[in-house]
């Protein structure tokens, strides 16, 4: 593999640094990177620390290897991720098949704690090691008319035990506007706490976009394209009523279902209360403008 970290997170984030990001990062507001300055961490409505590495690769949505929590970390092993190869094409400058060493060249691998909530009201504090998206979109050069980028998911049935499964339309797709995906909170990961993506969670590449729901961040990508009108994405074509293209965190827009006022952190024990969910995932001082007069419980 081209980048296969031995690094533990305690190697190579010093604690106080990764104290200070923890805050910026993790924390309501502000952020501690890129052009987008603001206030740091006055906002922050709790504190929370990390999600235990045993949790965050033993409790999965991957339903490429079943739908049960515990199957990707069982069955995603069968899934060959060497060699690895990314197809980008449609309205770039420069398409064709990247191996994965060509999509890591001169990418900053940066370590970013977001939180990380899924549709199901349940979330964890994830530390990740990976790329902004924006840095290999403009690798790539994206042309003035591409208006979407759409991602696909490896789809090999051989190793891939979930997919005799109809439960979703495979391979799995998902979509991004062009400015979500330029955002520089979006992000390609590589790793978790300084390790490698174990397959369960995605790897070798997998989308992370922190304030929308997680089945936006679409796992062992092989596909990106731009284009000029908005993407499939599995989830809507499974339900469209339940599940929408944009699927931003919204505590006031429930689901038909259930509502997503609130979130169980995922390793808090029995015991613990359940959490607000925040607007934006907490993240709304950073994207909230990318939706400015937009109603965000029709374009949910
Ligand atoms: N290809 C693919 N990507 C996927 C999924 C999936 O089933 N297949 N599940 C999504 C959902 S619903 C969630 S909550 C997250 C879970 O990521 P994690 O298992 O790394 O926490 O992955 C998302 N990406
Ligand atoms: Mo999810």
């Not at 031995?6 to 010093?14: E, I, M, R, S």
Request: charged share 25%.
């Amino acid at each position: 593999m081209a980048y296969k970290s031995k690094l533990t997170w305690a190697d190579v984030t010093p604690k106080q640094s990764w104290l200070n990001r923890r805050q910026i990062i993790a924390g309501a507001s502000g952020l501690g990177f890129g052009a987008i300055a603001g206030p740091i961490a006055a906002a922050v409505p709790i504190e929370r620390e990390p999600t235990s590495y045993e949790d965050i690769t033993s409790y999965n949505n991957f339903y490429e290897f079943g739908t049960g929590k515990e199957d990707p970390s069982r069955y995603a092993d069968a899934m060959t991720t060497d060699p690895w190869s990314v197809q980008i094409d449609g309205l770039v400058d420069r398409p064709g098949s990247y191996d994965l060493a060509d999509v890591l060249k001169g990418m900053d691998i940066e370590e970013r704690i977001y939180r990380f909530r899924c549709v199901e009201a349940w979330s964890m504090v994830i530390p990740w090691n990976g790329f902004e998206l924006r840095a290999l979109l403009e690798k790539v050069g994206v042309q003035p008319s591409a208006k979407y980028v759409a991602f696909e998911t490896l789809y090999r049935p051989e190793e891939m035990r979930g997919t005799r499964s109809r439960v979703l339309e495979w391979p799995y797709v998902e979509g991004l506007r062009l400015d979500e995906a330029m955002h520089p909170l979006t992000m390609v990961a590589t790793g978790i706490y300084g390790e490698s993506l174990l397959n369960q969670n995605g790897a070798p590449l997998r989308l992370v976009v922190p304030w929308k729901y997680g089945f936006k961040s679409i796992k062992s990508i092989v596909r990106i394209t731009l284009t000029d009108s908005e993407p499939p994405t599995s989830w809507n074509k499974a339900n469209p009523r339940e599940y929408g293209f944009y699927s931003n965190v919204n505590p006031e827009v429930d689901h038909p279902r259930w509502s997503q006022a609130s979130e169980r952190e995922v390793g808090a024990g029995i015991f613990a209360s359940r959490i607000d969910t925040l607007m934006f995932n907490g993240y709304a001082e950073e994207v909230a403008s990318l939706y400015a007069g937009m109603d965000l419980s029709r374009f949910f």
